[in-house]
């Protein structure tokens, strides 16, 4: 850890990043490093990057019974997930229409470094505005029911949101989320969403003969995304997404021209501060190889000495995990700064204002 202390970094994303660290670790700092990784939902990427440098040996028994477990869970997690999208195949396979895995789902059935312990609660699918009625009707007779059905919530996901009500099936209780575009479109920042599907790719790998209906998005499309994503939102599991940016920019990197047209692509959707944020906090936190005239394109983006400062403040503390070793007071209100800021991002005021009446006069009901 640097010199600036907590604050710069915490103890998980340090060993992460150079997991020979954990050779110096007492029992009371290995407490402190599992408890982290516990409350970020990271103890299976733990396992995964110690074991890969070969330092799981340094880890006490006890520690080591919770790295190994989170790993075999993560592992029958995976399964459950390719079984899970097997349904979903057999739900929509007579509709044709274009199916698109995200985030978690992705990973795991394209079989890319960043699943490698990864466990995540929902599968993410994208389909056609046009066909997401469809795809609807087709869920629901196969099972899905929604997990919402309060007339307002209806209307805030079906007029402003990118997806629909999440679904949650009746008797597996697995919870399936249908994107019809990958950010808000009420954030004034609308990629064409035909363009992705366009540019989504097969399968590759295992799975790529049972489920040949799916895709996912190109490499550069699945950056922007998962950027978006994390730096759109609230920072609830903030460092995990951090980390799946840096997995993913560390495995598509190895190609030069990636860097070019994820650059491009980043314009030509509107999401450059995403990306920015992306690649300047995975090169601090975990020392992503990101090149140096992308790096130098970040510090020329970056706004006013003041806004960027603030802003580089809240985001240094906001992808802190949530775990009592990093709750100091400004950590707290960095969170919570992160939360309002969400909100702002994806919503225009006047919808702000309406939406946070509703919830707080609901909220007192």
């Known amino acids: 850890m640097s010199g600036g202390g907590v604050l710069d970094t915490s103890l998980i994303a340090a060993v992460l990043a150079e997991p020979g660290r954990v050779a110096g670790l007492d029992a009371a700092a290995w407490s402190v490093l599992i408890g982290q990784a516990r409350n970020a939902e990271m103890l299976g990427q733990l396992h995964a990057r110690l074991s890969c440098a070969a330092a799981l040996h340094f880890a006490p028994q006890a520690a080591r019974r919770h790295l190994d477990l989170a790993w075999q869970l993560s592992m029958r997690h995976r399964e459950a997930v390719r079984w899970e999208v097997l349904h979903?195949?057999?739900?929509?396979?007579?509709?044709?229409?274009?199916?698109?895995?995200?985030?978690?789902?992705?990973?795991?059935?394209?079989?890319?470094?960043?699943?490698?312990?990864?466990?995540?609660?929902?599968?993410?699918?994208?389909?056609?505005h046009a066909a997401i009625t469809t795809v609807e009707y087709a869920l629901l007779d196969a099972g899905w029911i929604p997990q919402i059905v309060n007339d307002y919530d209806q209307r805030y996901y079906r007029?402003?949101?990118?997806?629909?009500?999440?679904?949650?099936?009746?008797?597996?209780?697995?919870?399936?989320?249908?994107?019809?575009?990958?950010?808000?479109?009420?954030?004034?920042?609308?990629?064409?969403?035909?363009?992705?599907?366009?540019?989504?790719?097969?399968?590759?790998?295992?799975e790529s003969d049972r489920l040949g209906m799916f895709r996912v998005l190109a490499p550069e499309d699945m950056v922007l995304h998962s950027a978006a994503h994390l730096f759109f939102n609230e920072f609830h599991k903030g460092l995990r997404d951090l980390y799946d940016l840096h997995r993913l920019l560390t495995h598509f990197g190895d190609v030069p021209a990636f860097w070019t047209v994820l650059r491009r692509r980043a314009c030509e959707t509107g999401l450059e501060q995403p990306l920015n944020d992306a690649l300047q906090h995975?090169?601090?936190?975990?020392?992503?190889?990101?090149?140096?005239?992308?790096?130098?394109?970040?510090?020329?983006?970056?706004?006013?000495?003041?806004?960027?400062?603030?802003?580089?403040?809240?985001?240094?503390?906001?992808?802190?995990?949530?775990?009592?070793?990093?709750?100091?007071?400004?950590?707290?209100?960095?969170?919570?700064?992160?939360?309002?800021?969400?909100?702002?991002?994806?919503?225009?005021?006047?919808?702000?204002?309406?939406?946070?009446?509703?919830?707080?006069f609901r909220s007192e009901a």
């Open 282 to 360: 995975c090169a601090r936190v975990f020392h992503t190889a990101v090149p140096e005239v992308e790096l130098a394109q970040v510090v020329r983006a970056r706004s006013s000495r003041g806004v960027g400062a603030l802003r580089d403040w809240m985001l240094r503390r906001a992808l802190l995990p949530d775990h009592p070793s990093c709750a100091t007071s400004s950590v707290r209100f960095a969170r919570w700064m992160a939360f309002v800021r969400s909100h702002w991002l994806r919503m225009p005021p006047g919808l702000l204002a309406v939406h946070l009446l509703n919830k707080a």
């Open 88 to 128: 979903i195949a057999r739900a929509l396979r007579k509709l044709d229409v274009p199916v698109v895995l995200l985030k978690g789902a992705a990973y795991a059935l394209a079989d890319y470094p960043a699943a490698e312990g990864r466990v995540f609660n929902d599968v993410d699918i994208m389909v056609p």
């Open 159 to 206: 007029r402003w949101m990118h997806e629909i009500p999440p679904l949650e099936h009746k008797s597996r209780g697995t919870v399936l989320d249908v994107h019809h575009t990958i950010v808000p479109p009420t954030s004034g920042v609308v990629p064409d969403a035909n363009v992705l599907l366009e540019r989504a790719q097969p399968l590759n790998g295992l």
